[in-house]
């Protein structure tokens, strides 16, 4: 130590006081640490806040009950206004400085795949619950798990049931020019060539437009029986809306995007009728739904939105694996995940394939009626 | 010559700091602080630019993101097609966004004031759109994932670390640069332009050639900065480049001080530095980001950099950008 | 008069403002190596002369030749690669830059931009920057204000400005110099000053013309002089003659006595 | 047809929003960035008025307006007179507005909260057929009221002691000094009318477009768009830029592409500001107020 | 009375008064004179409180004024014409002269002003609906003293009300400004073209460089062989 120059001390300075800040400091024995990256302002704020509120109160039941065997759930949050340079910047602080050891995130596809940079490098198991991007799950990623409701099955059984039980013939799609939406589109294109139904119109908008007559009058023109939205709520009520003021009389549908309570409100009288694919229904009978929603509405005076619900399970998969797990070591946890089987959740019965997609998930066809939604057909996973 | 003497010691001390930095990675091994750092690097080099464009030539532009963009996404698409090497690729990036400067220049040379500072976000949000539309090739709100990471001598660049010191021979040769400019013929004519345009002409100037020049220069910062940033982040989506990110740059080189290259680095360090600090704050994180924009626009007119001139009174720091 | 001995002629210019007849067909020719004084009420229309002769304004008819050559649609900055350069009633130096770099910009169209060289610090910038600075140091010291290279010409009186400013027109090495009231804000001793530094600038190949109220300048240096009133030329002639011109005493006076000397 | 008529209440929305710009332009030289969050926040207010104080709609149009108007002047005295009296460069003014704007979209959102709210229609939604083209009460609600507003601003200026010396200091700052006027007053007023101009266009789209916190961001920049194209700084100006991008903008998603709708309009912008940086419906020098 | 005593005052670091001091009696007409620069404006600009003089007093009546705010000033009963006369370009004539009652109460008072001004300048009454823009220059300057005279000012703050302006016009602009005088107020006038104003005044000041360097009445100032030389020079 003789020789040490100036720096060196002070590098050691440095490297102490942030031991002593806890941020190399080992993990307490039995404490899971999860991180959740997600937009808490910004555009999606709506989908980010719900998702903190759900996990929230899951880790809250899940300390309470013991569910996690011997582990004891710790949850950090972090903004990403839904930003993707900004979300990869909460992931680091999240592995780096929160030590957490899964990360549940980030809600918008672009911010999640930028996520997924970090997380893999790192080797951190990371489950999003709310990015459907196709790219996601495509690339090989041994890390990255999707509790999102499956498109390519909503997008199915939208259009089939269109076909079956309606007849209709001409079809449209009106999708948000997003990643969710477009990836939407290109199922729904799919399904189409698959029913033999005919595409008359495939139009777009951006999220955060305010007006949809152009595209709606242009698919009024092409004749559709039928619109097939792909995007959020807010949009989905809008189109509604206006839909029903240009005098569109196509039946509307759209995905779990939009099947929110909120969709209800904010669409009022044009909304009714509107058919939704959604992985749980908040006036179910099933005792989970029942039990989740209740909690819900008590603690937060709201209903909860589908994506609440998927970050809900997605708690309890986690408190599932490091049970089983018996380590936070990222690679066990990870290898858990990936076995989770059996569970019975809000949202359906996880299962992961290969490439870490749920496909376990409930899928229920429902329709606006009043001020809820009312089931139409229920389709098992796999069907 | 006085100033001559100061301004050499205020550049040592400068550079001296900037060696400094160079070890940091040695004490900061939390990768998390490494890649903030790694990022406030990058945008330095999108600051520096528009300092020069803002500070320099008093062309006020909200629409930098557009060139980030451009540089990110020309960059990208070139390694991920047609498998060109990064330093390749990032060069014709450069050069893409200079051409898109001098388009965007062109209008520039008749307005000023608001009108430009519309101009420039209305180009930047067409980029942006762009990119959100133009599906086959930008791959549309998905965005391109797996960039290719940069190599340098056949060695290839993976860790922050790596990042790290790539990062910071990029921004000293920025920094380098953009000195050069500032401090030369070139910056002083751009002052020139704008404290007094009509006598700036009087007096020979080509004032269009001076703006547009400003604005090419610029792009070529933020473009050669999108080329990093494509390959440090390995993914990019149109949600990158928005007019809040553009509204960043601006608010680095302000605050940090317009019309100061230094200025510059320690605002883009700085405000990084801050978003990312307050984390701590839950709730109203972004109320207290825009109160602190406010006051320091009110009580600090000349930036940081102007806070230090007047701390340091006669050492005149002024002399080194 | 001898036509090779014009520098710049002026020919049937006017300018219109809205309604208001800022020039009408004046015509001025300008001989090589004069002082050549331009006087008039306020409003009479000399500034407005100097700004199209600068190309900053386009006239709506008439025409300029320097030596002989018509110079039309010809962008301000041009001018001093022709060998014009000028400065302003209202004098407009760039603020919040030094004296030296002040006169430096007038060095502009002088050293070359060597963008290259200049990015990488070479020799062939270095080499131009001095070049430039050795220049303008050169023309602040003619004018008297080598002492002062480095305060921010914003902390220099009204009449060191003058002086800054006549430096930086005279860094652009012009053949015609444009002097807009070069006089005005100065003490007397620093008009004297100024009346040397015109004088000499005479002998030293230089066409001075020259904007001003100052009878005594005007008189003292002036071969030539014009008298503008409401955009017109009243008179034309040695400075003796115009003194005693009586349509300029009207135009200076108006109807009004002027009272008894 | 259909259209044309679609851009027309939006269209009126803009100029309202265009009018909060052209108003403090011209009055203080100063571009408010914050002018779509007023329209925020009236809808807020509008909404709060409607929902928690079970008040009428007229009632929660009126204390919005005045709410934000008085917020609006606050801004005006709190940030940009100490901007003003240090002599900041207009940069600055640029960037403490920004803030402002971050300010309010987060308190917003703290408040009240991510989802967006729906303040009800005080008309009818069912669409009206006239000709062939279908129109909403609603829209004719927005036309309506807004044209009115416009012609209240309009008798503001030109009838009230206020409004004149709005004006004077608009044309001639230096000499509205001269007469007595209190400039900074002069700019509270153009920041307190622009903000009540902006709450009123809030509560006016609140029923079609929702309230989010957010929402000022795009409006504001699409009102500021327009009031460039009509010429920055002047009343008229701003109202026919309005109805022209409103009308513009529906042509283009209707016609061309909805996707790159905004990416069409701006580079309209870009070219309208090259070709007549003074605005495409004013002549040249006739500007201000 | 109007005294000023001693007043500088800096544009930005450069100091322009170097220490001013004069007064304008009562009912008379006291002018200053002297060249381009020498800050003839900025000394009307110090006593309306445009430019804050940094040093020094300015007393109105007996009260001093250094430093109160404008409008209060113009309340005080001190109105300037500024130099370029600064009408209301997109105001109409009538509007104009509106602002410039902007700070009294007394709509009786005002109404009668406003005919008063109509007499004195006929040609604004022709003109009332006109936008002042649309004016010729003497018409702009009769309603710039219009505007001012409007507020029923004590001390009329005259800046080169003869510039750009046709002989003629002046003579007219300059018999408004013995009217006004009769009628009791007390007039500053800041004139460049100098024969013009010490013919009228009654008092005359020369100020050069931010400095006073001559005082007496307007005849005497006219035949000083020194303003003959510098202001005159013919």
Redesign the interface.
């Known amino acids: 130590m003789s020789k040490s120059s100036w720096w060196e001390r002070f590098t050691v300075l440095v490297l102490l006081l942030f031991i002593a800040t806890g941020v190399g400091a080992a993990d307490a024995a039995q404490v899971l640490r999860i991180g959740v990256v997600g937009p808490e302002s910004g555009g999606g704020a709506q989908l980010g806040l719900g998702q903190r509120r759900a996990i929230q109160m899951a880790v809250e039941e899940i300390n309470e009950g013991k569910l996690a065997g011997e582990w004891t759930l710790e949850v950090f949050f972090e903004d990403d206004e839904g930003n993707p340079t900004k979300s990869a910047s909460a992931t680091n602080k999240l592995i780096q400085q929160s030590g957490v050891k899964v990360i549940i995130g980030a809600i918008h596809s672009s911010c999640t795949l930028a996520d997924m940079v970090v997380t893999s490098r790192a080797g951190i198991p990371q489950i999003t619950a709310g990015s459907t991007g196709a790219s996601i799950t495509q690339q090989g990623n041994k890390f990255i798990f999707r509790t999102a409701a499956n498109d390519f099955l909503q997008a199915d059984a939208l259009i089939k049931y269109a076909r079956d039980e309606f007849g209709f013939k001409k079809v449209a799609t009106f999708t948000a020019a997003d990643d969710y939406g477009q990836s939407g589109a290109k199922l729904l294109r799919e399904a189409c060539g698959k029913y033999g139904v005919e595409l008359v119109a495939e139009p777009t908008y951006n999220n955060g437009d305010k007006d949809f007559k152009p595209q709606l009058l242009t698919i009024k023109d092409r004749g559709a029986e039928v619109i097939f939205m792909w995007g959020l709520y807010t949009e989905a009520a809008l189109i509604a809306q206006q839909a029903q003021q240009l005098g569109v009389n196509a039946q509307l549908c759209g995905a779990s995007g939009m099947a929110a309570l909120k969709l209800i409100e904010l669409g009022g009288e044009a909304a009714q009728g509107l058919i939704l694919t959604q992985t749980f229904l908040p006036d179910s009978d099933h005792p989970k739904v029942r039990a989740f929603v209740d909690n819900y509405r008590d603690k937060f005076n709201e209903s909860p939105i589908p994506h609440a619900a998927q970050a809900y399970d997605t708690v309890f998969i986690i408190a599932d694996a490091i049970r089983r797990a018996g380590s936070n070591d990222p690679r066990k946890l990870r290898d858990a995940i990936s076995a989770t089987e059996g569970l019975e959740l809000v949202t359906g019965d996880p299962n992961f394939n290969d490439n870490g997609d749920d496909i376990g998930k409930r899928l229920l066809i429902t329709q606006i009626k009043g001020d809820k939604f009312e089931m139409v057909k229920f389709i098992k996973a796999g069907e | 010559m006085k100033s001559i003497m100061s301004r050499r010691r205020g550049l040592a001390a400068f550079l001296l700091l900037l060696i400094g930095y160079h070890f940091t990675p040695y004490f900061v091994t939390n990768l998390y602080h490494l890649h903030i750092l790694n990022l406030a690097g990058i945008y330095t080099l999108v600051v520096l630019g528009l300092n020069i464009l803002s500070g320099y030539t008093g062309q006020v532009s909200m629409g930098q993101a557009g060139f980030f963009a451009i540089g990110t996404y020309v960059s990208a698409l070139l390694m991920m097609n047609w498998s060109i090497p990064f330093w390749s690729a990032s060069a014709m990036a450069t050069v893409m966004a200079g051409l898109f400067g001098a388009v965007i220049g062109i209008p520039a040379m008749k307005l000023s004031g608001p009108y430009l500072v519309l101009a420039t976000v209305g180009f930047g949000e067409i980029v942006r759109l762009v990119l959100l539309n133009w599906t086959p090739v930008t791959k549309g709100a998905a965005g391109l994932v797996g960039i290719p990471l940069p190599t340098v001598l056949g060695f290839v660049v993976t860790t922050e670390k790596h990042f790290f010191y790539l990062i910071l021979a990029s921004l000293l040769v920025g920094v380098f640069i953009a000195l050069r400019i500032a401090d030369s013929k070139i910056g002083r004519t751009y002052r020139a332009v704008c404290e007094d345009e009509l006598a700036a002409e009087a007096m020979g100037v080509n004032i269009n050639r001076y703006k547009i020049s400003a604005f090419i220069i610029s792009a070529m910062f933020a473009g050669f900065a999108g080329s990093l940033f494509g390959s440090f982040s390995g993914v990019t989506s149109p949600d990158n480049f928005t007019f809040d990110e553009s509204v960043g740059f601006l608010c680095m080189s302000v605050i940090g001080g317009n019309r100061s290259i230094v200025g510059a680095v320690i605002g883009a360090f700085g405000l990084t530095a801050v978003s990312e600090a307050l984390r701590v704050i839950q709730g109203f994180r972004l109320v207290i980001y825009g109160s602190i924009l406010v006051f320091t626009v009110i009580f600090m007119p000349k930036g940081i950099i102007g806070l230090f001139r007047w701390i340091c009174g006669n050492f005149s720091v002024k002399e080194i950008d | 008069m001898d036509d090779r001995n014009v520098i710049l002629e002026v020919r049937d210019i006017s300018k219109r403002f809205g ?2 007849r800022a020039l009408d067909t004046v015509s001025v020719a300008i001989r090589r190596n004069s002082v050549h004084g331009i006087i008039g ?3 009479a229309g000399k500034t407005t002369l100097f700004n199209l002769i ?1 190309g ?1 304004l386009l006239p709506d008819s008439g025409q300029f030749e320097i030596e002989g050559k018509p110079i039309k649609k010809v ?7 022709i060998g014009v ?2 400065t ?2 209202n004098i ?7 004296v030296l ?2 006169v ?3 060095q ?2 002088h ?1 070359p ?1 060597a ?1 290259f060289s ?4 070479g020799r062939k ?1 270095r080499s ?2 001095n070049a ?1 600075r050795e220049e303008a140091l050169a023309a602040l010291g003619f004018v008297g204000m080598a002492r002062n290279v ?1 305060q ?1 010409v ?6 060191n ?1 003058r002086l800054v400013e006549f430096a ?2 005279l860094a ?1 090495k012009p053949r015609i110099l444009l002097l807009d ?1 070069p006089a ?4 007397p001793t620093e008009k004297q000053h100024l009346l040397r530094l015109i004088n000499s600038l005479q002998q030293k190949d230089y066409t001075v013309v020259l904007i001003e ?4 300048v ?2 003292n240096v002036c071969s030539t002089v014009s008298v503008l009133d ?1 955009g017109k030329k009243l008179a034309e002639g040695r400075p003796e003659d115009i ?1 005693r011109h009586p349509e ?14 | 047809m259909q259209f044309f008529l679609n851009g027309l209440p939006i269209g009126a929305i803009y100029s309202l929003v265009a009018l909060g710009y052209s108003l403090i332009y011209a009055a203080s030289g100063v571009l408010n960035w914050s002018q779509g969050d007023m329209v925020m926040l009236g809808a807020y207010v509008g909404f709060t008025v409607f929902f928690f104080l079970k008040l009428g709609f007229i009632s929660a149009l009126f204390l919005a307006i005045v709410v934000v108007a008085l917020l609006g002047a606050l801004v005006q005295y709190m940030i940009l007179r100490p901007l003003r009296e240090r002599e900041a460069p207009p940069i600055n003014v640029v960037i403490a507005t920004l803030g402002v704007a971050i300010i309010c979209r987060n308190l917003a959102l703290g408040i009240w909260g991510p989802d967006p709210q729906i303040l009800p229609s005080p008309v009818s939604s069912r669409p009206l057929s006239l000709a062939g083209v279908s129109v909403t009460p609603q829209d004719i609600l927005v036309l309506s009221v807004g044209i009115t507003l416009m012609l209240i601003l309009h008798s503001f200026l030109k009838n009230t002691r206020e409004g004149k010396a709005l004006r004077a200091v608009a044309q001639d700052r230096y000499a509205a000094q001269l007469v007595g006027i209190d400039p900074e007053r002069s700019d509270a007023v153009a920041f307190a009318a622009s903000a009540g101009i902006g709450a009123a266009a809030g509560i006016l789209i609140a029923p079609i477009f929702f309230v989010t916190f957010n929402m000022g961001a795009s409006i504001g920049l699409k009102g500021f768009v327009a009031a460039v194209i009509g010429g920055l700084g002047t009343i008229p100006g701003a109202i026919a830029g309005g109805f022209f991008l409103g009308v513009v903008e529906s042509l283009a998603g209707g016609l061309i592409s909805s996707g790159y709708r905004d990416a069409i309009t701006f580079s309209l912008l870009i070219v309208v500001l090259w070709l007549k940086p003074s605005g495409l419906f004013l002549r040249k020098n006739r500007q201000k107020v | 009375m109007l005294e000023i005593c001693g007043i500088k005052a800096k544009y930005g670091h450069t100091e322009v008064l170097h220490s001013v001091t004069l007064r304008a009696e009562t009912g008379r007409i006291t002018t200053l004179i002297g060249g381009n620069g020498a800050g003839k404006t900025t000394t009307l600009n110090c006593i309306v409180n445009i430019l804050k003089p940094y040093e020094g007093q300015i007393l109105w009546k007996g009260q001093e004024i250094t430093g109160l705010r404008s409008k209060d000033i113009v309340r005080l009963g001190i109105s300037l014409i500024p130099e370029g006369r600064h009408v209301f370009p997109r105001m109409t004539v009538r509007e104009n002269l509106e602002m410039g009652a902007y700070i009294r109460k007394d709509a009786n008072g005002v109404q009668k002003d406003f005919e008063w001004i109509l007499e004195l300048f006929p040609v604004l009454k022709e003109r009332l609906g006109q936008e002042a823009a649309t004016l010729s220059g003497g018409e702009q300057q009769m309603l710039a003293i219009g505007r001012s005279l409007m507020g029923n000012p004590d001390l009329v703050l005259m800046d080169e009300p003869s510039m750009g302006l046709a002989p003629i016009v002046v003579e007219e602009v300059f018999s408004v400004v013995e009217q006004i005088m009769a009628m009791g107020k007390t007039v500053l006038l800041v004139e460049q073209n100098a024969a013009l104003a010490l013919n009228l005044a009654h008092e005359g000041y020369v100020i050069e460089l931010g400095r006073i360097v001559l005082r007496g009445t307007g005849k005497e100032l006219l035949r000083n062989p020194e303003v003959e030389k510098a202001y005159l020079g013919l």
């Not at chain 3, 407009?92 to 830059?97: A, D, I, N, P, V």
């Not at chain 3, 914003?154 to 009449?159: A, I």
């Not at chain 3, 005005?184 to 003490?187: R, S």
């Open positions: 309604g208001l009420p306020n409003g600068t900053m962008r301000p900055h041009q001018l001093v690669s350069s000028r302003f009633q407009r130096l760039f603020k919040g830059m030094s770099e002040n430096m910009i007038g502009h169209v050293t931009t963008v200049i990015m990488i610090n910038s131009a920057e430039a480095d921010n914003d902390s220099l009186s009204y009449g400005q930086r027109a652009a009231e005005a804000g100065m003490n109220h100052d009878m005594k005007v008189m409401h003194r300029v005493i009207r135009a200076y006076l108006g109807k009004s006595d002027r009272g008894h000397a």
